[in-house]
Structure formats: structure tokens, C-alpha cells
């Protein structure tokens, strides 16, 4: 059974572009969430997708946007990069939507984003 | 707001040692806690979902328990070995949504 994949694996940009980092969940899941992943904050949620509809978000700006497609795939984009947006960023894929045991979170490898 | 901590932050032992990772959290309203393994530059591997109901969980040489009331979790491995070198983290989930609040990790380093 194929785990969760982000592409690419690496990435570096010039301050001021725009990137846009994909998510495939396992298959049969249908919520994808991303963090961030940085030495001096930690993790920290961006935001969730279930069935279509940002349904969480977490306080970063709003140049971080994602959207999830009908397939389950996401896909995060960060315009107007900035030197402090260098991280990990995460995926994690969950079967279910809710308070019950198919909310177990599954992690991607992550995408490394350096941004000059 | 939820605040997870992990103590210690670093921890080094030498193989075959029982040891305890702690995890703590403000808010005892959680749905559930899970635990997780990162290697360097790598994702998070799950080892362990508690529910809110649970009082432990246990997988191999694992064994994490919760104390809700309290809010406290901690992660028993037995045993150990250089190959359990990496980081431990914990995550709660407070609501319906999927959002998860990490502690800082215990870096974990078991020397042969």
C-alpha cells in the first residue's frame, strides 16, 4: 500500500516567486493537512482539506493558500516568497474527518523549500 | 490555546536501557494524542494514536500511556537500541478537525 507522496522533494526559489507543492494521500483517504516544519518554531499547522473544503486553518498569512481536488490530491502554494518561508513542509493524510480512531495522521517525506 | 512540552528536550543512553520519554499538554479536552519518530530531514513515522478514552496503547517494544486529567502521556521503550535514534514527537488533537499540536521533540540518541 503507497504511503503519502509530496512532490518535489526539493525545491529552491528566489525571494519573491511563487511555489506550489503537491500532496497525493494514501488511497482511501480523504483529509490532507500541511505543516510547517522550521529549527526555531517546530510544526505548525497551515491548514486541513476534507472532501473539497478547507475545513481548519492555521494563523499564517494569507499567502499560504492549498486546495484539494476531487481525488483527494492537495496541493499548497506560497506566493511572494520570503527568506523565513525556508522549511520542511509536511503532508499528513487521514482516512477520516472527526473524533474517531481513522483520524490517525500519516506523514509525506515532506517537500524542502529554501528560498534565496 | 492548546501548548504541548516535551522533557527532556535531548537524551542520550546506552543501548539495551528502559527508558521514558514525557510529553505534557494544557488543554485535557483532547480527542486523541499520538505519538511520532523522525529521522533527520525525513517525515514523522506514527508509532502510536491513544484515544481520549484509552488509558494506553502498546506496539513492540513501545508502550505510551495517557493520563487525560492530568495531561500527561509518556512513551516507555524497552530495550533500546542505536536503531531507535531519532527524534520522538507528540501531537494532540483538540477538536473534530484534524489539526494536530506538537510538543518539541526529544531528540533521542541510544549509543552501542
Known amino acids: 500500500k503507497a504511503g503519502v507522496t509530496q512532490t518535489p522533494r526539493y525545491l529552491i526559489k528566489t525571494r519573491g516567486q511563487q511555489v506550489t507543492l503537491s500532496c497525493s494521500p494514501i488511497s482511501g483517504h480523504r483529509s490532507v493537512s500541511w505543516y510547517q516544519q522550521t529549527p526555531g518554531q517546530g510544526l505548525q499547522f497551515l491548514f486541513e482539506?476534507?472532501?473539497?473544503?478547507?475545513?481548519n486553518k492555521g494563523n499564517f498569512p494569507g499567502r499560504f493558500s492549498g486546495r484539494q481536488f476531487s481525488n483527494s490530491r492537495s496541493e499548497m502554494n506560497v506566493s511572494t516568497l520570503e527568506l523565513g518561508d525556508s522549511a520542511l513542509y509536511l503532508c499528513a493524510s487521514s482516512l477520516g474527518h472527526g473524533s474517531g480512531m481513522n483520524t490517525e495522521a500519516f506523514f509525506g517525506q515532506g517537500t524542502r523549500l529554501t528560498v534565496v | 490555546k492548546q501548548e504541548v512540552t516535551q522533557i527532556p528536550a535531548a537524551l542520550s543512553v546506552p543501548e539495551g536501557e528502559n527508558l521514558v520519554l514525557n510529553c505534557s499538554f494544557t488543554?485535557?479536552?483532547?480527542?486523541?494524542l499520538q505519538w511520532f519518530r523522525q529521522d533527520p530531514g525525513k517525515g514523522l513515522t506514527s508509532l502510536l494514536l491513544?484515544?481520549?478514552?484509552?488509558r494506553e496503547q502498546t506496539s513492540g517494544r513501545l508502550n505510551a500511556s495517557l493520563d487525560k486529567s492530568s495531561g500527561r502521556s509518556t512513551l516507555y521503550i524497552a530495550a533500546s537500541q542505536p536503531g531507535d535514534s531519532a527524534t520522538y514527537l507528540c501531537?494532540?488533537?483538540?477538536?473534530?478537525?484534524?489539526?494536530?499540536?506538537f510538543g518539541g521533540g526529544t531528540r533521542l540518541m541510544v549509543k552501542p
Open positions: 482539506y476534507f472532501s473539497e473544503t478547507q475545513r
Open positions: 491513544i484515544q481520549s478514552s484509552q
Open positions: 488543554d485535557s479536552a483532547i480527542y486523541n
Open positions: 501531537a494532540v488533537k483538540n477538536n473534530a478537525g484534524n489539526m494536530l499540536t
